[in-house]
Nanobody, 125 residues
Framework: QVQLVESGGGLAQAGGSLRLSCATS????????MGWFRQAPGKEREFVAA????????YYADSVKGRFTISEDNAKNTVYLQMNSLKPEDTTVYYC??????????????????WGQGTQVTVSS
């Protein structure tokens, strides 16, 4: 089992920044990919970013490319999502997720095995 706990959400002004954290615990050695998703009410869960622990490759949705950066601190078992140049349309709940099997398409939420509880991000105009 892997446990994920997000933090760092809150209120920011348009053009501002926030950094989300995702602390992992449990069988963290089994994690192959860590991802960030977001989901607005009534909408499907949307891929934001992912990082592969086997290759170090990083992946981003077009909507956040150049503004958001995913990173991880292995010593702290924590994954981060640095969000800069925030826009009101970035407002929603953000989730971190862990994939333990690997070899799956990183942008598909159905491919992840564990999820955090979510953290709200609100960007005011």
């Amino acid at each position: 089992q892997v446990q994920l706990v997000e933090s760092g959400g809150g209120l920011a002004q348009a053009g501002g920044s926030l950094r989300l954290s995702c602390a992992t615990s449990g069988r963290t050695f089994s994690i192959v990919v860590m991802g960030w998703f977001r989901q607005a009410p009534g909408k499907e869960r949307e891929f934001v970013a992912a990082i592969s622990r086997t290759t170090g490759n990083k992946y981003y949705a077009d909507s956040v490319k150049g503004r958001f950066t995913i990173s991880e601190d292995n010593a702290k078992n924590t994954v981060y999502l640095q969000m800069n140049s925030l826009k009101p349309e970035d407002t929603t709940v953000y989730y971190c997720a862990a994939e333990v099997d690997g070899g799956r398409q990183v942008a598909g939420p159905q491919n992840y095995d564990y999820w955090g509880q979510g953290t709200q991000v609100t960007v005011s105009s």
